[in-house]
């Protein structure tokens, strides 16, 4: 057989999606699963979104400009301006989804070699980003005692060499729904200002923040334009995963017309998916509020179910949709195969995601699971009492 690449040998295969198999099997059996593992919202994607899919006057699907449609990217310039994020459309490049915005800057920024340092636990597929660019991921742990709160500047300025080219930040955090403060994006921009780094913030869960505290973006440090890149999506924001429409946003003109060759490699992204998007930026505000107001209940209820579990340790998210949480079992990867495996209680049983692949470092998060909590209200307290009930009698 043709050999196949190291790289591709390398390539991590997702932590969310390892178990489909087994809760595949379960389902065979009959067994109800209910599946936390992965932040595919159950929420109604906007119905005027929908609509203009519906109703367009296209009569090709002709490809769009490399960057976005340019109609779409100034309506994109106002909602940043709305959020108080002062960008035009030329700083933005529309993406295949947020993956692919991640994909363009770690093009743009970083060679063969070379190194981004990313606050741990992260988004899984960042090691997949990674290894698909030959770029290596050096870790800074933060810690479910903390509630995953940025560590010292001292643990990035150790970490720091001469082929560190960029900081990543996922803010808020999937998968700790930790929501970083103005004071810590601040202290981040002095480190990549002295260090003359790229800081790359993944901010496609900016709606989903809780308790009336509010997201503030790297692109609002003053005298961060050169450095600040931002990803963006309309995969969470609108219910509109599949649609697979994202943004790449910077000042820095050098790294957009950079990754803007890129973008030309590919061609457009998808141009109804466009028309979609940019119907979906006339969502009312109505909108976020009530589903901001369901997951922050959601939230709520999870965390209350899991407080009544012995032995479980959680960090109250304050944003996105996702928490982790430490369960009194060694290996949370078996406990969870276990789960849809041998498994079942009143025929029921949950899919959850191990933590440990949202690690870069070995051994870390090994006792730890990543719950997302885009079920309703019901089936999470249904979920959360499998869990209680399987504890009771799983055995490492
Ligand atoms: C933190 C984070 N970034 C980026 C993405 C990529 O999303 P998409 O490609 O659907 O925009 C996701 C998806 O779950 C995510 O959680």
């Known amino acids: 057989m043709p050999k196949i690449s190291q790289k591709g040998q390398h390539m991590p295969s997702s932590p969310i999606r390892k178990l489909v198999p087994f809760a595949e099997a379960a389902e065979k059996r009959g067994t ?5 593992n992965i932040g595919q919202p159950d929420i109604k994607t906007p119905q005027l979104a929908l609509d203009a899919v519906r109703i367009h006057s296209l009569e090709t699907i002709a490809y769009t400009r490399s960057e976005g449609s340019e109609d779409y990217r100034k309506k994109i310039a106002k909602y940043y301006e709305k959020n108080d994020i002062h960008v035009n459309h030329n700083d933005i490049i529309v993406t295949t989804g947020g993956s692919e915005a991640l994909l363009f800057a770690f093009g743009t920024v970083m060679d063969e ?3 981004i340092i990313i606050p741990e636990p992260f988004y899984a597929n960042y090691n997949g980003f990674s290894t698909a660019s030959g770029v290596k991921v050096v870790p800074v742990i933060s810690k479910i005692e903390d509630n995953f709160a940025l560590p010292p500047i001292e643990e990035f300025e150790n970490l720091i060499t001469s082929k560190t080219r960029a900081i990543l930040i996922c803010n ?3 998968p700790t729904g930790y929501l970083y403060s103005e004071a810590e994006i601040k202290t981040l921009a002095e480190i990549v200002k002295k260090h003359d780094l790229f ?4 901010e496609v869960y900016r709606e989903f923040v809780y308790d009336d505290v509010k997201h503030f973006s790297v692109l609002q440090v003053p005298g961060l334009d050169e450095h600040a890149v931002v990803i963006d999506s309309v995969s969470k924001r609108y219910s509109m995963c599949g649609a697979r429409i994202g943004y790449l946003v910077s000042k820095n003109k050098t790294f957009i017309s950079t990754a803007l060759k890129f973008a030309q490699a590919r061609l457009s992204p998808p141009t109804l998916a466009q028309i979609a998007s940019e119907a979906a930026l006339e969502t009312p505000q109505s909108y ?3 589903v901001k107001a369901e997951y922050m209940q959601r939230r709520n209820t999870l965390m209350t179910a899991l407080e009544t579990i012995p032995g479980v340790k959680v960090a109250k998210p304050n944003g996105a949709f996702y928490c982790i949480v430490e369960l009194p079992v ?3 990867d078996d406990f969870a195969q276990w789960l849809l495996e041998k498994f079942e209680y009143n025929n029921q049983t949950v899919m959850v995601a191990p933590a440990a692949g949202f690690y870069s470092t070995p051994g870390v998060g090994l006792n730890q699971i990543r719950i997302a909590y885009v079920l309703h209200e019901q089936s999470l307290v249904t979920a959360v009492n499998i869990l209680k009930e399987a504890l009771k009698v799983y055995k490492d």
Do not use: C, Q, S
């Open 288 to 290: 976020f509020d009530e």
């Open 32 to 36: 109800t699963v209910f599946y936390l």
């Open 172 to 174: 808020p955090g999937n």
């Open 113 to 115: 070699g070379d190194e």
């Open 330 to 332: 060694k290996n949370a």
């Open 199 to 202: 800081l790359i913030a993944d």
